[in-house]
């Protein structure tokens, strides 16, 4: 089969379409012709050689959300069958013309979407169903503060706390990017070239908050946090390391949380696959929880597309398409 190949760790350059091998698959596994493949930060991050795949995966090989049609399935698979439309959430190597994943991680597409916007979704909605909703147990009337709410997972974010009730408010860099998440119903936005949030929050502050930024976001991220709050990590792309008023935490009763999917069990997927059909699939279907493609790219343009990404430039997915 084809495939979207890490060469050697670097810029976007380094990848490349080769010829590889078919993945064989697992009792508990199916294995997908993929039609389109969705683009995430920590793509950015293996290729950079930061971010290695689970052990068993393979390295070499970027993509972790993808959508196709089921060509072959294990002895254990349950409720999937060959033919099958889905979306599939994958530890790895979703730039391939095929990939194998465990069952309990796999979506039935719902009827009328493409697979590109399909492609789009897995990622986003499993990470923000988990970490809103399940760490952060954001709920109806709370307020939310979600940063970079014009890209991929802020999107989503933004659509599913709006879909369940809350008060969103995000932090944006453009006016075009201010305009797009209006247009997806936060109630206000942010332009942190221009305006420091957390000066602007003063004397309103929010019962959650969604970032990926880390560094000095971290303690200006807890000044607007009301008291019981919670803080979430997706990511830490200004730095790991910060300082923390215990003092300050203990007196609001704060909860600082956060995680990553990839390295998951295929239970704990499982477990979460089933909440996601359930409270957030039916969105999908009604057309109210939607992918918002930015650009859709060949797969032999993978290189142009980890560009665009690592510039910041576009709104909401990136997706390539085989």
């Known amino acids: 089969m084809k495939a979207v190949v890490i060469k050697e760790y670097g810029g976007p350059e380094v990848l490349v379409v080769?010829?590889?091998l078919k993945p064989t698959i697992k009792e508990d596994e199916v294995l997908i012709q993929v039609k389109a493949a969705g683009i995430n930060r920590p793509h950015i991050i293996q290729r950079q050689g930061k971010y290695p795949a689970p052990v068993g995966v393979v390295q070499n090989i970027p993509g972790l959300e993808v959508s196709g049609v089921v060509v072959e399935k294990g002895n254990n698979v349950q409720n999937i069958e060959i033919g099958d439309r889905v979306i599939a959430l994958?530890?790895?190597?979703?730039?391939?013309?095929?990939?194998?994943?465990?069952?309990?991680?796999?979506i039935p597409m719902p009827i009328g979407l493409s697979y590109e916007d399909g492609a789009a979704l897995p990622e986003t909605i499993y990470?923000?169903?988990h970490n809103l909703f399940q760490r952060g147990n954001l709920k109806a009337g709370q307020s939310v503060l979600i940063h970079g709410g014009a890209g991929g997972i802020g999107a989503t974010a933004i659509q599913m706390s709006k879909l369940y009730g809350a008060k969103v408010i995000t932090t944006v860099s453009t006016k075009e990017k201010e305009d797009f998440v209006l247009s997806l119903g936060v109630d206000l936005v942010i332009n942190y070239r221009t305006t420091s949030f957390d000066e602007f929050l003063q004397g309103y502050q929010v019962d959650v908050v969604l970032d990926f930024v880390g560094g000095e976001y971290f303690n200006r991220n807890i000044n607007v946090l009301k008291e019981d709050g919670h803080l979430i990590y997706i990511n830490a792309m200004k730095g790991a390391?910060?300082?923390?008023?215990?003092l300050k935490m203990m007196q609001k009763r704060l909860t600082i949380t956060g995680s990553t999917l990839r390295n998951r069990s295929s239970d704990f997927k499982m477990e979460l696959t089933d909440q996601i059909v359930k409270k957030v699939l039916p969105f999908i279907e009604e057309g109210?929880?939607?992918a918002n493609i930015y650009k859709e790219f060949a797969f032999n343009d993978a290189s142009k597309a980890h560009e665009?990404?690592?510039?910041?430039?576009?709104?909401?997915?990136?997706?390539?398409?085989f």
Not at 241 to 246: A, P, W
Not at 308 to 321: I, N, W, Y
């Open 18 to 20: 080769e010829e590889v």
């Open 90 to 106: 994958v530890s790895g190597g979703g730039y391939a013309e095929y990939v194998n994943a465990h069952f309990g991680s796999v």
């Open 127 to 129: 990470t923000v169903w």
């Open 241 to 246: 390391k910060v300082e923390l008023n215990l």
């Open 288 to 290: 109210n929880l939607k």
């Open 308 to 321: 665009l990404m690592e510039s910041g430039d576009f709104l909401g997915k990136l997706v390539l398409v």
